[in-house]
């Protein structure tokens, strides 16, 4: 199985940047995804790594280190309207598919004026 | 742009009653998933469906739950005999058959069902 950390909550100003660590361990690795979840809501993809290193999209970057088991979410010029959870979420590496997600508890992510 | 359609958005039941949840699924998507959301904790796999069949189960779903999918369009949760426990919001999500696609699934709106 998957154990994946990702802290309760975070708090920043409009404009700032705000960076999600993400830590996982896991027996089989086939890539690792960020999404975001406003409240009574459905996930919705923002970003995914299969390979070590940065992939940029906008205001969303992702980052990882699959050696050190690490992600990180980097949200750029924050909005109110990115006021929302982020799930980090690992999918394993299986024979039959293209893999489950095992998603992580999600950040709360509190944007102030 | 296409997206993952779930019916209904609420669902209240009693308890040992069978559910029915829908999923209309992005059209051309191969794979498709159901996950639920516990109220306040995290996002669980339940299920995921390939080529007519179940490629994988976790172990929340047990012998009271099974997939369908009826015609070209629909994919179907059902929960034979409902209990307390059952009450959370599922997600059905679908992704692509080919490249980058393949490796995304998009999550539907959810069905939130509330067992009484």
């Known amino acids: 199985g998957q154990n994946i950390d990702q802290p309760t909550e975070m708090t920043a100003t409009e404009g700032a940047i705000v960076q999600i660590n993400c830590t996982y361990q896991?027996?089989?690795?086939?890539?690792l995804f960020w999404y975001q979840q406003h409240a009574g809501e459905a996930p919705t993809f923002l970003s995914y790594n299969v390979l070590d290193g940065l992939e940029e999209k906008g205001r969303f970057s992702s980052f990882l280190s699959r050696s050190k088991g690490y992600s990180y979410l980097l949200l750029k010029e924050l909005q109110m309207k990115d006021s929302a959870s982020y799930l980090c979420?690992?999918?394993?590496?299986?024979?039959?598919?293209?893999?489950?997600?095992?998603f992580g508890a999600g950040t709360q992510v509190v944007v102030t004026p | 742009e296409p997206e993952v359609t779930q019916t209904p958005s609420h669902q209240v039941t009693q308890m040992g009653q069978e559910v029915i949840l829908r999923c209309v699924p992005i059209s051309n998507h191969l794979y498709f998933y159901w996950y639920r959301q516990i109220l306040g904790q995290k996002v669980e796999f339940l299920v995921s469906f390939y080529n007519n069949e179940i490629s994988e189960k976790s172990e929340i779903f047990d012998d009271q739950f099974s997939v369908e999918r009826p015609d070209g369009s629909n994919f179907t949760l059902k929960i034979r005999s409902t209990k307390l426990e059952d009450s959370a919001m599922y997600f059905c999500?679908?992704?692509?058959?080919?490249?980058?696609?393949?490796?995304?699934?998009?999550f539907g709106a959810g069905t939130r069902l509330s067992v009484l």
């Open positions: 979420a690992v999918r394993g590496m299986t024979t039959d598919s293209w893999g489950k997600l095992q």
């Open positions: 896991t027996s089989g690795f086939n890539g």
């Open positions: 999500a679908s992704s692509g058959d080919r490249g980058r696609a393949k490796n995304i699934q998009y």
